[in-house]
């Protein structure tokens, strides 16, 4: 047991600070502050000596310097049981502190306020994190607290060992604080990473907050959890069980989709991370019906997300077939009600989640991989149409539409499209031949054409040889967009204008794997 006589604290966010200052009272333990933290305890009316009158040193530059003096870290870092460092504590006229609670300057949260490069730098904290560390790595002797959330945990250890700290308890303290400086610092690297539009450092720093323990990972046998950059997680759970890894990951292929839809009028069903269906219409019931129209079979047991606010009417038609989850950009109280009947069913609120340009990681045998986004807005004017026959607006409309979501299904991918609404997908398979044998046969199954209905077909990547295109033109398709970029590219131009099929190039691949 360590018995704790003196205390530093240094806090920004000064929530439940009465309640430790009461137990630092009862314990006989003498306090050390500076700054806004002082002026609290004071206003409280506790006991504290200010780190100045404590140095005998003012603060200096703008309070950039206060902590940071010989007497404050000798304090902590002195081992209590060498007899040097006693030595040299008492000939410098310095004492020991035994306890550091600190948390530091809230960059984060800066981050989230300001764009202003000048006030973001003054917000990175020194003193604070120097303290931490120093404690953390001493914590054979110190103790320190990083959170509030850390202040209970702390006050029962005092009172249950009258005024002292278990080694144990010390221990696990150093490794929150030492996670805690670790992250601090990660938010700093990668903001000035940013800044100056450094994506890929010699050094990557990757950080998150735990959102969740799952209760195993993609099987029974492998451990799983999810974490997010942002402490604030966006994605909201209304009901239902909880979220595995598997769900987490369809959620995140499912709200990728249809975030990148018009606004309002998009609903995507994704099974086992590809889509089964996806369709964009004004009409609430009809966007949902016509995606599932798609796959019904593959939907069963899948994902539905809209980027609409659900309603009753739809909520009724969602309830009528089995679903993992539901997710909905805002979801209202009758909706809401209708499917909480199904106490297992997940229902998530997604309208505070954004499209962002955040990195894809994947990770194997200790290194990762990192990309960009595939996210990119592509105008009108990257595409070109090499084929005789033009497309007329909304065919080249539903030729976009094909395109954006052929590059959100695995590779190799090819995407059926009639009127704003997939009606076949091929996805996942080692040859692009079959993924349009795929297509046509899911498109069959569920769907029957007149001879004059336009069948839009987009590929993820160019057509290696003529017999996949061919294949598509032979089941109904009237237009195609493929990035090109094949051997076999004039082959391709030229089967098209015999066969008077539009052919778009997209000019860029979509790989998906």
């Keep these: 047991m360590k018995k704790i006589k003196r205390a530093i604290i240094s806090i920004s966010n000064k929530e439940n600070l009465v309640s430790i ?106 003193g604070g994190p120097t303290m931490v560390r120093a404690a953390a790595k ?26 002292s700290t278990s080694l144990k308890f010390r221990q696990k303290m ?26 890929f450092p010699k050094k990557k720093v990757l950080h998150g907050h735990l959102i969740e323990k799952l209760r195993y990972g993609e099987n029974p046998h492998q451990e799983g959890a999810i974490y997010s950059k942002d402490s604030d997680f966006k994605l909201k759970q209304l009901n239902g069980k909880q979220l595995s890894y598997n769900n987490y990951n369809d959620i995140f292929s499912a709200l990728i989709i249809s975030k990148s839809l018009p606004k309002n009028i998009g609903t995507v069903i994704v099974k086992h991370a590809n889509p089964c269906g996806v369709s964009i219409n004004k009409n609430k019931i009809k966007s949902y019906n016509l995606a599932l129209k798609c796959d019904p079979i593959s939907a ?7 980027n609409f606010k659900i309603n009753k009417k739809l909520a009724l038609e969602l309830k009528k077939i089995f679903l993992e989850v539901i997710i909905g950009n805002g979801i209202d109280k009758n909706a809401l009600k209708i499917l909480k ?57 539903n030729l976009l539409f ?37 297509a046509i046969s899911k498109m069959k199954q569920f769907h029957s054409f007149k001879n004059n209905s336009k069948i839009i077909a987009a590929s993820d990547a160019f057509f290696p040889f003529v017999d996949g295109f061919e294949t598509l033109v032979s089941s109904g398709v009237s237009a195609v967009i493929q990035p090109s970029g094949s051997i076999r590219d004039k082959e391709i131009i030229k089967f098209a204008n015999q066969t008077n099929t539009i052919l778009i190039f997209s000019k860029t691949r979509h790989f998906r794997h």
């Design 300 to 306: 069963y047991g899948g994902i539905v997300s809209c």
């Design 138 to 163: 001493n914590y054979n002797f110190v103790t320190v607290i990083t959170k509030p959330s850390q202040y209970l945990s702390l006050i029962d250890e005092l009172n249950y060992n009258k005024g």
């Design 21 to 126: 200052l009461k137990t630092l009272k009862k314990h006989k333990i003498e306090i050390i502050s500076s700054g806004g933290t002082f002026k609290e305890i004071k206003k409280l009316k506790y006991k504290c000596t200010e780190v100045s009158d404590y140095t005998k040193f003012s603060e200096i530059l703008d309070g950039r310097v206060k902590t940071l003096h010989p007497k404050i870290h000798a304090g902590i870092l002195s081992k209590r049981k060498n007899k040097l460092h006693k030595k040299q504590l008492r000939k410098n006229n310095f004492e020991e502190i035994d306890l550091v609670i600190v948390n530091f300057y809230p960059f984060e949260n800066i981050l989230k306020n300001t764009k202003n490069h000048s006030k973001i730098i003054e917000n990175i904290d020194v």
């Design 174 to 199: 150093s490794e929150s604080a030492f996670i805690e400086t670790a992250y601090y610092d990660s938010i700093i690297a990668n903001y000035f990473n940013n800044f100056s539009n450094n994506r």
């Design 402 to 438: 094909a395109f954006n979501v052929c590059r959100f299904v695995k590779s190799n991918a090819i995407v059926l499209v009639n009127n704003d609404s997939t009606v076949g997908i091929g996805s996942g398979q080692p040859s692009r031949l079959d993924s349009c044998k795929i």
């Design 341 to 397: 009947k199904k106490k297992n069913l997940r229902i998530l609120d997604a309208k505070n989640l954004k499209l962002n340009d955040a990195q894809n990681i994947i990770t194997n045998f200790g290194s990762f991989l990192i990309q960009s986004a595939d996210n990119k807005f592509f105008p009108k004017k990257d595409f070109k149409i090499v084929s005789k026959k033009k497309p007329d607006k909304k065919t080249f409309e």
